[in-house]
């Protein structure tokens, strides 16, 4: 046995739902029925009808979106009837353009309706009025043809009395149909009647809302605007304080550069200084340069083990402090070379030695940067020459040694106070640039991330303004 056809009606007024099921369930389809949008997406997913019957004004989602929705959202090649009290042109080309197959309007001859789903699920066939009509044509003939055999073989009264049994049955067919006529038209003008009503309180209850649906997004769209203009102020607001920040660490860097600057000014008036100095003890070195030989020794042990120290102090040096390690490395080796130049003065070898020692010290300087291994085994080996060349002078230099050890001891002193004192500014000029380099650099990063954020919120505002654009023009449509 066939299965019948399903059809699902989608109609939210029961009364005309169930009069429509019932109609169709009399001629022998399977009838789903759904009452509004949602549920008729649903139902069609459980029960994969064959046809659809689809009032457009249903509570949810109406029925132009159900029939987009079905036809190219989910691909489905179903005939779809539009069943809707709208009939202006436009309603029909937009439920055609929806993907709907045929639009029946409201009120309806039922015949109307069910000659449309004949025709759309048995294609090629001939519509039951038509093939009625033909079958009432065959009867006739057929009928004719007996009474012309009859006629040959019975009286004419037998002829008259056929008539008369024609005539009164087609009265009573008349009768019958006229009766039958009557009472559809009178359901059908009740059903009228109650389209209208429904229609005209569709059409109150669309208007208020669509005046809800404007006045949302008229509250929507303040809502963003008044979003973006705080958005922009923020922004702005941030491009300031980044602004401020560089200009801060901008104006940090040019403090360091003058600090540095101020820094080379003074070491150079610390050397001119120890240059006259030295100028002064080169003549009092002339006239005891026996005496001082003995205290040379003693001078060139606290400068080794001084040297010691400071290359000690350079080995645990971080390359993070390269740069201040190299400057204090510098200091002190601009300070050795004046103890050393002190002791070139104390005698001609010791002058020669000392300047072989700057030379050697001046080359290594210039290639403490890239070289820092090399400068250091470099230096280690002109210290052990210098320590060599010093120890040779040892027995000379015995003679003087107590009254230049103090001088020298004091120079030292004052030269290695500076020099701390120095890289202690220079510790702590570091350590704040640091600091404030660190609370720039989070600075910045908190603005990145705010920036980032702010962005992230603009492109979801333009993306809500968007959808809310879309969606005023898909009501508008």
Not at 33 to 59: K, Y
Not at 412 to 429: D, F, G, L, W, Y
Request: some cysteine; overall charge negative.
């Amino acid at each position: 046995m066939n299965t019948p056809p399903r059809i699902l009606l989608v109609e939210d007024e029961s009364n005309l739902r169930e009069l429509v099921k019932d109609r169709l369930v009399r001629e022998g389809y399977d009838v789903v029925t759904a009452s509004d949008g949602h549920e008729a997406v649903a139902r069609f997913r459980e029960t994969q009808p064959d046809l659809l019957v689809l009032d457009l004004m249903i509570p949810k989602m109406d029925g132009y979106t159900v029939c987009r929705l079905l036809r190219f959202g989910q691909g489905s090649t179903i005939p779809i009837i539009m069943f809707t009290a709208r009939c202006s042109q436009d309603d029909i080309q937009r439920g055609l353009r929806a993907g709907a197959s045929a639009y029946v309007t409201k009120p309806f001859e039922p015949a109307v309706l069910l000659d449309k789903i004949r025709e759309l699920l048995f294609p090629g066939e001939k519509p039951a009025a038509a093939a009625a009509a033909d079958e009432t044509q065959r009867r006739e003939s057929e009928a004719r043809e007996l009474a012309e055999k009859k006629e040959q073989e019975l009286a004419e009264q037998k002829a008259r009395a056929e008539a008369e049994a024609r005539a009164r049955a087609e009265a009573e067919q008349k009768r019958q149909e006229e009766e039958r006529r009557q009472e559809e038209e009178r359901k059908a003008a009740e059903l009228r009647a109650k389209e209208e009503a429904e229609k005209k309180r569709r059409e109150e209850e669309a208007r208020r809302l669509a005046e809800e649906r404007a006045r949302q997004e008229a509250e929507a769209r303040a809502r963003i605007e008044s979003e973006s203009i705080r958005l922009d102020e923020e922004e702005r607001r941030l491009v300031e304080t980044r602004a401020r920040l560089e200009a801060e660490f901008k104006a940090r860097a040019d403090e360091a550069r003058r600090l540095a600057e101020q820094l080379a000014r003074e070491e150079n008036e610390t050397k001119s200084r120890l240059d006259a100095e030295r100028g002064r003890l080169e003549e009092e070195e002339r006239r005891l340069a026996e005496k001082l030989a003995r205290e040379e020794a003693e001078t060139e042990t606290r400068l080794e083990v001084e040297l010691k120290k400071v290359e000690e102090r350079e080995r645990k040096t971080t390359e993070k402090r390269a740069r201040e390690e190299a400057e204090a490395k510098a200091r002190m080796d601009s300070e050795r070379k004046r103890l050393e130049e002190e002791e070139r003065r104390l005698a001609e070898r010791r002058a020669r030695l000392e300047a072989e020692a700057k030379a050697s010290f001046e080359a290594a300087r210039g290639l403490a940067e890239e070289e820092t291994r090399q400068l250091a085994q470099e230096r280690a080996r002109l210290e052990a020459e210098t320590k060599a060349r010093i120890d040779e002078l040892r027995g000379r230099l015995e003679t003087e040694k107590r009254r230049v050890a103090a001088k020298k001891a004091r120079i030292e002193a004052e030269a290695k106070a500076r020099i701390e004192a120095e890289r202690q500014a220079i510790a702590k000029r570091t350590r704040e640039e640091n600091e404030a380099k660190a609370r720039i650099e989070a600075e910045l990063r908190r603005i990145d991330e705010e920036t980032r954020k702010l962005a992230e919120r603009r492109t979801r505002l333009e993306a809500a303004r968007r959808e809310l654009e879309q969606n005023s023009s898909g009501r508008h449509d």
